[in-house]
Structures are given as C-alpha cells and as structure tokens.
C-alpha cells in the first residue's frame, strides 16, 4: 500500500503562488493517477486535479483550470501542484490521494490519503 504526505501549504496573498508537493512511499508508486483535492471548512471535498502514471492525461477542476498544473516525478515518487494566480476562494486543506478505479474526479476514487496541508489566500 501506498501513503502520501501533502507539504508546501502556507499564507500567501491574493495573486500570490504555492506549490504543494505529495511525497509517496510503501510498495509501489505505480498507481495510474494520483489526485488532488481539497476541502474548505463546512464543504465537502472537491476535485482539484489528477495525473496519470505517464502525465498525458490531466483533468482539472474549471476553477483551476489556467491557474493550477499538476506534474509527477516516478522517479522521486512525488507528485506536485502548481499553484498560480491564488484567490480568497482556493483556501482550504489540500489533500493528496491514490486512485484506485472509477470516475477519477470522485473522491471515493481514492484512497490512501494523506493528512493534507492548510492553503490560506488572503485579499
């Protein structure tokens, strides 16, 4: 099994930039996509964007889209979220997750999830 652990969270200005890193380890890092999601306090945990094991393939959520990238390193085991052009509206607990099959926008696509890392856009 697999276990992530989010960093790069933090307190930026509106406009400002974070990239979130999701270290894996365990027994493989060969799942097709690893996800990421967040979840503001009150609201239910939403999509952000995932990544396939070659990178081709990276959906994203229409808030983002344009602002955010997602990439991944096999090598390191390492998948990261790029964040540009933040707003009040993108803080929240950033989650990092393993997809293990189904809609890959579901949150119950995915498991392994780690403990998350707080994003604070201020105005």
């Known amino acids: 099994q697999v276990q992530v652990v989010e960093s790069g969270g933090g307190l930026v200005q509106a406009g400002g930039s974070l990239r979130l890193s999701c270290a894996a380890s365990g027994r493989t890092f060969s799942q097709p996509f690893m996800g990421w999601f967040r979840q503001a306090p009150g609201k239910e945990r939403q999509f952000v964007a995932a990544i396939s094991w070659s990178g081709v393939n990276t959906p994203y959520a229409d808030s983002v889209k344009g602002r955010f990238t997602i990439s991944r390193d096999n090598a390191k085991k390492t998948v990261y979220l790029q964040m540009n052009s933040l707003k009040p509206e993108d803080t929240a607990v950033y989650y990092c997750?393993?997809?293990?099959?189904?809609?890959?926008?579901?949150?119950?696509?995915?498991?392994?999830w780690g403990p998350g890392t707080q994003v604070t856009v201020s105005s």
């Open positions: 997750a393993v997809a293990f099959g189904g809609l890959i926008t579901a949150a119950s696509s995915y498991s392994s």
